[in-house]
């Protein structure tokens, strides 16, 4: 009984995962950089460099300059994810939450050495994400994976974009499943 209640503990996870696949690549990082690496959107820490401009007071001329800001953004979102490489990803399947993900690597890496993560989830508009994660040593086996990472130094953005990708990605996998009549 006892060894029936730590398997169900221990089979419980904080957030919901999904099979699926998507573009990514990855590498491994000096543990010493734990302190240095930050999981974030691609792109971002370029337009926060710029502030907003006051509101004209005529509505049209706001109007027409909220649509040039907006298409400006998305033109360089664009540039970012190709010039960091993110166009030309290959695709993996993994099994991803907002706490981690796994994913075959080819390799086999220690508890505790640190991944950097490039990652692209394909929603209606495509994120581009650095994640970073630390590999963890599964309790139970868990057959088809042979690396396990833990998200780490990731804010609630970004892991909130990832959650809101699993939604979807299940939400999708529910509707086909109702279409196939399954």
Known sequence: MIEE???DQQDKREYSRVDTYIPMEFK?????SRREVRSRIAGDAFL???KSLPNPDDQIIA???QTINFKLNEIIRMMTIQHDGFNCLNVTKVNIGGGGLSFLAGRSYEPGDILELKVMLPMQKPIALFLYGEVIELPIPHPGYDTSVRFIAID?????????????????ILREKRRSGA
């Open 48 to 50: 926060a460099e710029f």
């Open 28 to 32: 491994q990082v000096n543990r010493d």
């Open 156 to 172: 609630d953005f970004v892991r909130d974009e990832i959650i809101r990708f699993v939604f979807e990605t299940e939400r999708e």
């Open 63 to 65: 109007q027409w300059l």
């Open 5 to 7: 209640e730590k398997t």
